[in-house]
Each structure stands twice: as C-alpha cells, then as structure tokens.
C-alpha cells in the first residue's frame, strides 16, 4: 500500500499549495465578472449571501456546539435595519452595515443568555420560538412604520471610484463583487478566531463544557460573546440580502431561511472553514437547477401534479448525501486526500538544556567548609 505524501505545515510547498488555490478562485471570479450575464452574477452574490450566514452560523454551532435555529431572525433585523434607515432616514447604506451589525450582536448576547442554562435541543426550541416571532415582529413593525406589508430594500449604488454606472448591468457587477469581499472577510474573521485563543476555548467548551472550566475558560463571557458575533455576521448576509431584494415582507426572513442556512452548514461541513462556503453554492446551483430542469407531475391526479418537484427532489438528494458522505463535502473530501497526501504540523523544537547551577558559582575561601 503507498503511503500518503506528507506535506509539513506553513512549509514551502504548502505556502504553494495555498497560493495556487486563492489564485485559482480569483482567477474564476474575474472570469464570471467578465463574462457572465447579470442574472449569473445575481445568482453568484446570492450564493455568496448564504455563504455568509452559514458561516456565521458555523462559529456557533460547528465550533462552539450551541444550536441555532434562529439565524434567519438576525439577518431579518439587518435587513430591516438597512431597508427601513436608508429609505426614510437617508442614512448612507454603509453606516446602516455598522448599526445592524450593532443591532444583532446586542440581540445576539440577549438569546446567549439562556444558553447558559440550556443546552441541545432546548436550546434549539428556544430560537427556534424567535424564529416563529419574527414574522409577527416583522409586520407589525411594517404597520406602524411604512403603513404597508411590504418595504423597500435597500438601493445600494456603486460609489463613484469604482467607475461603474447606477445601471441594472454595472449594479450586478458591484453586488458581485461586494458579495465576495464581504464572504472574505466573513471567512477571514471566522478563521482568525478558530486559529486564536479565543477558538481553542471554543472548541474546549464544545467538547467539554466541564472539562473547559477546569482549564480556567470563561464559559459564560465564551458562550455569549460568541452568540453575539454570530449573529452579527449573520447580520451581514442580511443587510447583504437587502440590497438585492426589491422588496422586503413579513416572510423574507422565516423559519425556512434558517433551515436553509442548516442544509448548506451541514451540505458542506459543520466545524470546518470550508465547509460553509461549499455547502452554500453546492446547495444553491442544485437547487437552481433543479427549479429550471425537474420535471412536472403531469401523471398525478388534481393539486399533486403541481407539487413542488424540485423541493422533493432536493430532500431526496440531501437525505442520500448524508448517507454517503456524513461529515459533509468537505469532510469527504479531507477523507479521500489523506490517501494521497496529509499535513502534518511542523517538527518542535528541542527545548533549551537547563544550565547548572554550580557551573558559575565562586569557588569557598580556603578554611572554609561548604
């Protein structure tokens, strides 16, 4: 049997490794802003959306093992935020970023408290209840403000150096991009914090909260603070998410968005930084394709025929997907290329010899006795 390659870490070669990677990505993003059609490019920055919120979502439950079925109210809120200052407080829609991320990790630090207490599937009921909330929020919310069941999103324009034009063509350009420095910055933060202190006591109270504790972590300042910058960034795929909708309404924002942003955490997989990103377009483009390409029931009988196909035959991809591979795409994928090649961490150094405390005293006048 060959033996995998084994590829030291921050070594050369995987710097290259690395390197040959981003570039590949940049390469593919200038080619799709390139050539793609505005209607391509609004399916990307939405994929990119969802990337954003599962990753959020990844901080909290794949690092930090707290449920979430509530991520869809925080984008909610940003969005609302964004929509509603930009268009009756002609707030600069980059100041509106700043409040609603503002907004969501106060929010974020409230719904953190009960995760003190509560834990797993109680916890889960818990959000999943604020989840069920916000629409009613939502429209009362849009009744006593804008006295209507709808709100304008936010009309995002391309600043002036970028030297796009305010039209439909140019807008989707700056969307794009936008989408996928925002994702960056996203992923970047999130990885920042799984590689720091702060990630590894993460991890510590994920495994064991008890065991944490022992080792000095603070699980209530961990447990909250993480809520909170979880929700922020949810917050930004939110604020992202209303600049591309016309419209927003009690719905924009329910119970099936955060079931959404679930399945492309768990598509991809949970834990890893990849994960989310993969699992987002992975989820959106078949879910695409399967709305442009299922066939119709036309042999069922009456409202069955008119059935949400595409739905069902998602369900039935997703279920068959977690069979195979459980741990994710990405988790699949690690699995497959520890047969090739495998990272292992760098040699450590050799620990300083401890110097002896005799070799430079004075040697004991004559007479003496030591």
Request: hydrophobic share 55%; aromatic share 10%; charged share 10%.
């Amino acid at each position: 049997m060959t033996m995998p390659i084994k590829i030291r870490e921050s070594s050369p070669l995987h710097w290259a490794l690395r390197v040959v990677g981003v570039s590949a990505l940049a390469a593919i993003a200038v080619y799709f802003a390139s050539n793609a059609a505005p209607s391509t490019l609004g399916k990307i920055t939405e994929a990119c959306t969802l990337a954003i919120a599962a990753v959020s979502l990844n901080l909290l439950l794949g690092f930090n093992g707290q449920i979430s079925l509530g991520h869809s109210t925080f984008a909610g809120l940003a969005a609302f935020t964004a929509g509603y200052s930009v268009n009756a407080w002609h707030w600069n829609p980059w100041v509106s970023l700043g409040v609603a991320c503002v907004l969501c990790f106060a929010l974020g630090l409230l719904l953190g408290l009960p995760a003190l207490r509560l834990k797993g599937p109680y916890l889960a009921l818990v959000t999943l209840a604020v989840a069920f909330v916000w629409p009613t929020v939502a429209r009362k919310f849009l009744q006593q403000t804008v006295k209507a069941s709808t709100l304008k999103g936010m009309r995002l324009r391309p600043p002036t150096w970028t030297g796009l034009a305010n039209n439909r063509v140019d807008r989707a350009l700056f969307l794009f991009w936008l989408s996928l420095v925002l994702l960056v910055i996203t992923y970047a933060i999130v990885r920042n914090l799984r590689k720091s202190r702060i990630g590894r006591s993460l991890v510590a109270v994920r495994d064991n909260e008890t065991a944490a504790a022992v080792m000095g972590v603070n699980l209530p300042f961990t447990k909250t603070v993480t809520f909170g910058i979880s929700a922020a960034l949810a917050g930004v795929a939110g604020w992202l998410a209303a600049a591309q909708l016309a419209t927003l309404d009690e719905n924009s924002f329910s119970i099936l968005t955060s079931i959404k942003y679930l399945l492309a955490l768990f598509l991809g997989g949970a834990a890893t930084l990849a994960g989310p990103v993969v699992g987002a377009f992975t989820y959106f483009f078949a879910d695409d394709l399967l709305k442009t390409n299922a066939p119709k029931w036309d042999f069922l009988p009456g409202p069955l025929s008119k059935g949400p196909v595409a739905s069902f035959l998602l369900g039935v991809l997703v279920i068959v997907f977690v069979f195979i591979a459980p741990l994710g795409l990405v988790g699949f994928v690690k699995a497959q290329g520890r047969k090739l090649a495998v990272v292992v961490p760098p040699p450590l150094r050799p620990a300083p010899k401890a110097s002896d405390p005799t070799a430079h005293a004075s040697p004991a006048p004559a007479g003496e006795v030591e």
